[in-house]
T-cell receptor, first 113, second 112 residues
Framework: DAGITQSPRHKVTETGTPVTLRCHQTENHRYMYWYRQDPGHGLRLIHY???????DKGEVSDGYSVSRSKTEDFLLTLESATSSQTSVYFC????????????FGPGTRLLVL | SQQGEEDPQALSIQEGENATMNCSYK?????LQWYRQNSGRGLVHLIL?????REKHSGRLRVTLDTSKKSSSLLITASRAADTASYFCATGVNTGFQKLVFGTGTRLLVSP
């Protein structure tokens, strides 16, 4: 999987609790992305990063925040988890451009009860 | 709203047959990519075709792009059971920031 790991791989949490998902890459790629995948919606971009400490919002960013303090790590935080955030979350990386090939991590399955 | 819409949503064929999936999109693009996702796994890049290209091949894959119709097709020839997966098109768009916009996918089932 192109040197991308996600942790945890599975998580069950309760409504109202904060949750942090981690994406770690060993490829030294500049661009990193967080997507969520839900039935009928395909992949939707939550947040992305184009460098250390450089992040911006995607199309479904409400209720999520991100941080990137090192090239290799991109953290996604659900500030107060809701049942609508139950989903599969994928991290992806890209090297030279946000338009080029993206390499995906294995995903994190999150269930918010 | 989704940029890419795949058609059909699901496709069931026998091994050895060809599988064709289509993708339509709405806005100008830099490139169009196809990805495969096996059940429970992350997406894997298959092929990228740029907006100034009309056709591209990679092994048993053939991709066409018609920018006038804003559509693309992915042909998998001589399908195998291992090709069973979901296939997504993604359009590379530059709208102030560079991003890929994914469609909702086609589920392909190849039966032995």
């Amino acid at each position: 999987d192109a040197g991308i790991t996600q942790s945890p791989r599975h998580k069950v949490t309760e409504t109202g609790t904060p949750v942090t998902l981690r994406c770690h890459q060993t490829e030294n790629h500049r661009y990193m992305y967080w997507y969520r995948q839900d039935p009928g919606h395909g992949l939707r971009l939550i947040h992305y990063s184009y460098g250390v400490k450089d992040t911006d919002k995607g199309e479904v960013s409400d209720g999520y925040s991100v941080s990137r303090s090192k090239t290799e790590d991109f953290l996604l935080t659900l500030e107060s988890a809701t049942s609508s955030q139950t989903s599969v979350y994928f991290c992806a990386i890209a090297g030279t451009s946000g338009l080029e090939t993206q390499y995906f991590g294995p995903g994190t399955r999150l269930l918010v009860l | 709203s989704q940029q890419g819409e795949e058609d059909p949503q699901a496709l069931s064929i026998q091994e050895g047959e060809n599988a064709t999936m289509n993708c339509s999109y709405k806005t100008s693009i830099n490139n169009l990519q196809w990805y495969r996702q096996n059940s429970g796994r992350g997406l894997v890049h298959l092929i990228l075709i740029r907006s100034n290209e009309r056709e591209k091949h990679s092994g048993r894959l053939r991709v066409t792009l018609d920018t006038s119709k804003k559509s693309s097709s992915l042909l998998i020839t001589a399908s195998r059971a291992a090709d069973t997966a979901s296939y997504f098109c993604a359009t590379g768009v530059n709208t102030g920031f560079q991003k890929l916009v994914f469609g909702t996918g086609t589920r392909l089932l190849v039966s032995p």
